[in-house]
């Protein structure tokens, strides 16, 4: 069956760095777009990157452009959030989707505190 597993969060000070990884599997992974979501204590569910397959293409909304960076490894199944200069308002869950089959990882708690 079709399964998403996030890893990688943890607790880190402001300005610090963290890589995500989410490995999948059930499906032909490859063939797929893959997204990055968040989500804080009490608000909704934000999008922070999409990557397309292959890699030939990425996404980010303003909030995370230039900090955050999606890119995967298409032989592992595997897709990576690298978050740097992380701010306290990017702590939250964070998701790993693919749209087109309605997946969703069970998440990974990112908090970024001194």
């Known amino acids: 069956q079709v399964q998403l597993v996030e890893s990688g969060g943890g607790l880190v000070q402001p300005g610090g760095s963290l890589r995500l990884s989410c490995a999948a599997s059930g499906f032909t992974f490859s063939s797929y777009i893959m997204n990055w979501y968040r989500q804080a204590p009490g608000k909704e569910r934000e999008w922070v990157a999409r990557?397309?397959?292959?890699?030939?293409?990425?996404n980010y909304p303003d909030s995370v452009k230039g900090r955050f960076t999606i890119s995967r490894d298409n032989a592992k199944n595997t897709v990576f959030l690298q978050m740097n200069s992380l701010k306290r308002e990017d702590t939250a869950v964070y998701y790993c989707?693919?749209?087109?089959?309605?997946?969703w990882g069970q998440g990974t708690q990112v908090t970024v505190s001194s």
């Open positions: 989707n693919a749209p087109s089959i309605s997946a």
């Open positions: 990557i397309w397959p292959y890699g030939r293409s990425t």
